[in-house]
């Protein structure tokens, strides 16, 4: 619809408003001329959003560029800014602003798809009569209230 208003505002001297309105199917009282009274408000607007937008652009420099949209408005309001997420979002992105996106982790560990498993020396028959006969290692991290406690080693006869 904007650029209808828009049309009709760049050729209403040539061929008059009620005529481009009829041929545009647009509302001439509901749209057009409302359309026409919000402009002063949309200008003022755009001048605070170009306002806005030198503060962003100082505040992304300063942090090398790392920071996007909701660090800019976490930064903003520190400032004082009263602002919204979204309207940052929207003035960075008209602007071209981007943060840096975070690289993908890589594992560190390359498993060698040739190289063979570990013998299993037990047969995976993990009782045994008497304390000491099989030892086996297992790395296991118990639940606690408070977090992970420290691995556990565990004895095939007593299961401790």
Not at 60 to 67: I, V
Not at 108 to 116: E, F, S, V
Not at 117 to 128: E, N, S
Request: with cysteine; charged share 30%; proline share 5%.
């Amino acid at each position: 619809m904007i650029h209808r208003y828009r049309f009709i505002s760049e050729h209403r001297t040539g061929y008059g408003v009620a005529r481009l309105c009829r041929v545009l199917a647009v509302k001439r009282r509901q749209g057009y001329y409302e359309w026409m009274a919000a402009q002063p408000a949309r200008q003022q607007r755009a001048g605070a959003d170009d306002e806005l937008a030198g503060v962003i652009r100082a505040i992304h420099a300063e942090h090398r560029g790392s920071y996007g949209s909701p660090r800019v408005t976490d930064e903003l309001r520190r400032r004082g800014w009263r602002i919204n997420r979204k309207r940052v979002e929207r003035i960075m992105r008209e602007r071209g602003i981007v943060g840096i996106t975070r690289r993908r982790r890589r594992s560190l560990t390359k498993q060698d798809a040739a190289a063979a498993p570990a013998p299993d020396l037990i047969g995976r028959d993990f009782t045994a009569a008497a304390p000491g006969q099989r030892l086996v290692g297992d790395i296991t991290y118990p639940p606690r209230r408070g977090g992970c406690t420290w691995p556990r080693r565990l004895t095939c006869s007593t299961g401790k």
